[in-house]
């Protein structure tokens, strides 16, 4: 039972170039969702899903796409880098609505675009 | 605004000595508390999460109170050890509104045992 995975664990960008993280989930949750956390700063929603076919914006959603066809996977998609999106991102599952059950976070991938 | 607010921002101590981690939160309506440890260059892991009508929780060394009148929540650890050098991160859930996932997430304590 591997958890949340994320991949790759660590990516330089340069301006403009697009990347797709990878997240994959084993525990059959509904739920997944993807944060970002800069630097002395709380974790941010980027966007979430609430099962296959389903996703919606979170906070911070613009320079950012994602999709869920299957309810294990859930890949972010950056399609124009800029320097502003230099980040640790984390995906997270959770049986419940609005994580009020436990939330399992993957190890996260950490992006710099130059 | 719903707010979740940490202190210390950092906190060194020795290793053996027991160390109290504060959270101030304003988030409104208020479902539940939840500690988070984070190892460096790891995702956050579940230490505790407690509701409104819990005001105490441990977890091995890690105990957790809850005051839902005062909105703060405190985390201590008891007799540290070198692998509890990690970030503390303070989160908390409304029960509707703050947002799609209902979370507000502090900023997190950074914690240093040394030897």
């Known amino acids: 039972n591997a958890g949340v995975t994320q991949t790759p664990k660590f990516r330089i960008l340069k301006i403009g170039q697009s990347m797709t993280l990878q997240c994959t989930q084993d525990?059959?949750?509904?739920?997944m969702y993807w944060y970002r956390q800069d630097p002395g700063m709380g974790l941010k929603l980027i966007y979430y899903s609430v099962g296959a076919g389903i996703t919606d914006k979170g906070e911070v959603p613009n320079g950012y796409n994602v999709s869920r066809s299957t309810t294990e996977d859930f890949p972010l998609r950056l399609e124009l880098a800029a320097p502003s999106q230099t980040s640790v991102y984390f995906c997270?599952?959770?049986?419940?609505?609005?994580?009020?059950?436990?939330?399992?976070f993957g190890q996260g991938t950490r992006l710099t675009v130059v | 605004k719903n707010q979740v607010e940490q202190s210390p921002q950092s906190l060194i101590i020795l290793e053996g000595k027991n160390c109290t981690l504060q959270c101030n939160y304003t988030v409104s309506p208020f479902s539940n508390l939840r500690w988070y440890k984070q190892d460096t260059g790891r995702g956050p892991v579940s230490l505790t999460i407690?509701?409104?009508?819990?005001n105490t929780k441990s977890n091995g060394r890690y105990t957790a109170t809850l005051d839902a009148d005062t909105k703060q929540s405190s985390l201590h650890i008891t007799a540290s050890q070198l692998s509890d050098s990690a970030s503390y991160i303070c989160v908390v859930s409304a029960s509707s509104g703050g947002g799609a996932d209902g979370l507000t997430f502090g900023k997190g304590t950074h914690l240093i045992i040394q030897p």
């Open positions: 407690m509701t409104f009508s819990e």
């Open positions: 997270a599952s959770g049986l419940g609505s609005r994580l009020n059950t436990e939330a399992f």
């Open positions: 525990m059959n949750h509904n739920y």
